[in-house]
């Protein structure tokens, strides 16, 4: 180990028996000769946890101040940072302060060096050139830095460009779908046809957002570019009313709950001839069909067990087999696959109140993430697994949340009013 990370590891062993700032650490990656310190994401669910400072020192240029807000507005959606503003020596001199960035805007070329400091070292922990070409993108700048910053810091991507399709709605008007920035700041209606839309999915390469539109004779499914152009709507059968779908991992075909005569299944749908194929021929209620990311299983909801008592499965599509996942609670409902495949997050209704559960396949291990006296539900997990995103109804009006996929604290998603209530985030790949 190096002087200057022997030096880290021992600031921050002392940190922790000081009561400072509560992580398990002592990581050190070397990549291409430069050392690069991790901190263990996982600590954050440790109900002693405190957020850690980290400073943001810039000039007084335009272009540095835009870039430096937008880096704060992410930085502190990743739910691990308190961001403060000040000066290089205010820093140094702040002992919780343990990362600072220093932002400086340099002239022909332009360019914004951005450099990176640990507490208590002479020497920056990394440094990097970002170009200012004319007319730039100083938000897309901003996110770059923000995931730059989150993978030298923490050793993971970030996910500052990724976005959240979810239903919004205002009082005593139609649902529709939004999207909305990572940060929150930025959103955007997506769906605008006459009908109530609800329920989206993203597909797996992120180009198309499947949702469902309710009018007041017929309930639809429609396909729509994430770029917003031309919607498509589905056809089915006389008699059968979808009621939600989500893609298979292919794009060509989509995995929909139809209902017929006061029962639903699950079938798969192909969409260059719509031609449909029932994956369960059970007399029970089938519902929530997600695809696993390697496209081999599909977990679902189903009442097989017992009448009005969902529960959630596993159905294998290379051995044909089903595995019941939950056992416990009397309604389990929302099943969604990590981005790796190793695990699902779902919602339990217990003691009146819908909370947050995470299974891991491998250890048949079930872990309650979410405790408040009030109903948390639709979780998704972000691109890299990190986090979580649900609506919870904390008042009066639910709204969307961020929790990290170990638990702990969540923060808000948008800064909407109260006057909007939102509900079923699905977050992008």
Request: charged share 20%; net charge positive.
């Given at each position: 180990?190096?002087?200057?990370?022997?030096?880290?590891?021992?600031?921050?062993?002392?940190?922790i028996?000081?009561g400072?700032?509560?992580?398990?650490?002592?990581?050190v990656?070397?990549?291409d000769?430069?050392?690069?310190?991790?901190?263990?994401?996982?600590?954050?669910n440790?109900?002693?946890?405190?957020?850690?400072?980290?400073g943001?020192?810039?000039?007084?240029?335009?272009?540095?101040?835009s870039?430096?807000?937008v880096?704060?507005?992410?930085?502190?959606?990743?739910?691990?940072?308190?961001?403060?503003?000040?000066?290089?020596?205010?820093?140094?001199?702040?002992?919780?302060?343990f990362?600072?960035?220093?932002?400086?805007?340099?002239?022909?070329p332009?360019?914004?060096?951005i450099?990176l400091?640990?507490?208590?070292?002479?020497?920056p922990?990394?440094?990097?050139l970002?170009?200012?070409?004319e007319a730039?993108d100083l938000?897309?700048?901003?996110?770059?830095l923000?995931d730059?910053?989150?993978?030298k810091?923490?050793?993971?991507?970030?996910?500052?460009?990724?976005?959240?399709?979810?239903?919004?709605q205002?009082?005593?008007?139609r649902?529709?779908?939004?999207?909305s920035s990572?940060?929150?700041?930025?959103?955007?209606?997506?769906?605008?046809?006459?009908?109530?839309?609800?329920?989206?999915?993203?597909?797996?390469?992120?180009?198309?957002?499947?949702?469902?539109t309710?009018?007041r004779?017929?309930?639809q499914?429609?396909?729509q570019?994430?770029k917003?152009?031309?919607?498509?709507?589905?056809?089915?059968?006389?008699?059968?009313?979808p009621l939600?779908?989500?893609?298979?991992k292919?794009?060509?075909?989509?995995?929909?709950?139809?209902?017929?005569?006061?029962?639903?299944?699950?079938?798969?749908?192909?969409?260059?001839?719509?031609k449909?194929?029932?994956?369960?021929?059970?007399?029970?209620?089938?519902?929530?069909?997600?695809?696993s990311?390697?496209?081999q299983?599909?977990a679902?909801?189903?009442?097989?067990?017992?009448?009005?008592?969902?529960?959630?499965?596993?159905?294998?599509l290379i051995?044909?087999?089903?595995?019941?996942?939950t056992?416990?609670?009397?309604y389990?409902?929302?099943?969604k696959?990590?981005?790796?495949?190793?695990?699902?997050?779902?919602?339990?209704?217990?003691?009146?109140f819908?909370?947050?559960?995470?299974?891991?396949?491998?250890t048949?291990?079930?872990l309650?993430l979410?405790?408040?006296?009030?109903?948390s539900?639709?979780?998704?997990?972000s691109?890299?697994?990190k986090?979580?995103?649900?609506?919870?109804?904390?008042?009066?009006?639910?709204?969307?949340?961020y929790?990290?996929?170990?638990?702990?604290?969540?923060?808000?998603v948008?800064?909407?009013?109260n006057?909007?209530a939102e509900?079923?985030?699905?977050?992008?790949?």
């Open positions: 180990m190096s002087v200057n990370s022997a030096n880290i590891f021992q600031t921050l062993i002392l940190r028996r000081t400072i700032v509560l992580l398990l650490l002592g990581i990656l070397f990549t000769g430069n050392s690069v310190y991790a901190i263990d994401y996982f600590e954050i440790n109900p002693k946890f405190v957020p850690v400072k980290v943001l020192a810039a000039d007084s240029s335009a272009e540095t101040t870039v430096q807000n880096l704060k507005a992410n930085l502190e959606k990743v739910l691990f940072f308190q961001i403060i503003k000040g000066t290089k020596e205010e820093f140094e001199q702040n002992e919780e302060v990362f600072h960035l220093q932002m400086a805007l340099k002239r022909n332009d360019q914004l060096e450099t400091w640990t507490q208590g070292e002479k020497s922990l990394s440094q990097k970002f170009a200012l070409e730039q938000r897309k700048l901003g996110l770059e923000a730059w910053f989150v993978e810091t923490l050793n993971f991507k970030g996910v500052s460009t990724s976005r959240i399709a979810y239903t919004a205002k009082i005593n008007r649902k529709n779908i939004l999207l990572y940060d929150g700041t930025v959103q955007k209606r997506f769906s605008y046809n006459l009908g109530s839309n609800n329920l989206a999915s993203w597909s797996f390469d992120n180009k198309n957002i499947l949702y469902t309710f009018t004779s017929s309930v499914l429609t396909i570019l994430s917003r152009l031309r919607a498509k709507i589905l056809t089915f059968p006389a008699g059968f009313q939600g779908a989500s893609w298979r292919d794009g060509k075909s989509i995995l929909l709950t139809l209902m017929k005569q006061g029962n639903s299944d699950i079938y798969s749908y192909n969409l260059a001839d719509a449909l194929e029932r994956i369960f021929a059970w007399k029970s209620l089938e519902t929530s069909p997600q695809m990311p390697n496209g299983k599909i679902f909801v189903s009442d097989s067990a017992r009448p009005q008592r969902p529960q959630i499965y596993i159905y294998n051995t044909n087999k089903t595995e019941r996942v056992f416990r609670g009397s389990n409902s929302s099943p696959w990590s981005p790796d495949g190793s695990q699902l997050i779902y919602e339990r209704q217990k003691k009146g819908f909370q947050l559960y995470k299974y891991t396949l491998l048949r291990r079930h309650q979410t405790f408040g006296r009030y109903d539900e639709k979780p998704d997990w691109p890299n697994g986090q979580i995103v649900f609506s919870a109804k904390k008042k009066k009006v639910s709204k969307l949340y929790i990290s996929a170990f638990g702990g604290r969540a923060v808000r948008t800064a909407n009013d006057s909007i509900t079923n985030p699905v977050w992008s790949k």
